[in-house]
């Protein structure tokens, strides 16, 4: 087996983290969805998605490595999101957590040693600077936006457009 039983149990923790996020997306679309932002609804569906991606990439790790899968209960959404900067404040929030908790599966290898699991983790490490990054500047374009949401939806779509001199959409 090349994981021990505490890290194993720290990334079934994860799996769960993940599945949450995953869930607090939808959440978030939904909210963009019947404000009819389809943008933005969009955007946080494609979240969910990557979440779930994530989840599975810990997932496949775990088997990989002989360990066991055990997915914890997970928590539900927060409920009644009440405006667009909420829900960015919220996913900005929970990005935020997720980067602590993919540094503590980081601190956890190294203090194990477990090189492995180093190199695993450190495309988290970089893919939560990217998400926390992106939150940030969307939370940033919804509070300038006010309630000209619109402006948030072209902006959005240009992220979606790399030839319209944003980047990609991850």
């Known amino acids: 087996m090349l994981i021990s039983k505490e890290l194993n149990e720290a990334m079934n923790k994860q799996i769960g983290s993940e599945l949450g996020a995953s869930n607090q997306y939808i959440k978030i679309a939904s909210f963009f969805e019947n404000e009819n932002l389809p943008e933005l609804s969009g ?29 914890p209960q997970i928590a539900a959404a927060p409920a009644g999101i009440k405006s667009a900067e909420e829900a960015l404040q919220m996913a900005l ?41 992106t939150m940030d500047q969307m939370l940033g374009v919804v509070k300038r936006a006010g309630d000209q949401l619109l402006f948030v939806e072209q902006y959005v779509q240009r992220l979606g457009d790399p030839h319209a001199g944003g980047e990609a959409a991850a």
């Open 93 to 133: 929030d929970w990005e935020m957590e997720v980067t602590k908790q993919i540094n503590g599966l980081m601190d956890l290898a190294i203090k194990q040693g477990d090189h492995i699991a180093q190199n695993f983790l450190r495309w988290f490490v970089d893919e939560q600077l990217e998400e926390v990054s």
């Open 43 to 71: 955007f946080f569906f494609r979240q969910s998605d990557e979440e779930r991606v994530h989840a599975m990439k810990f997932v496949h790790y775990i088997l990989e490595a002989g360990g066991e899968v055990n997915i």
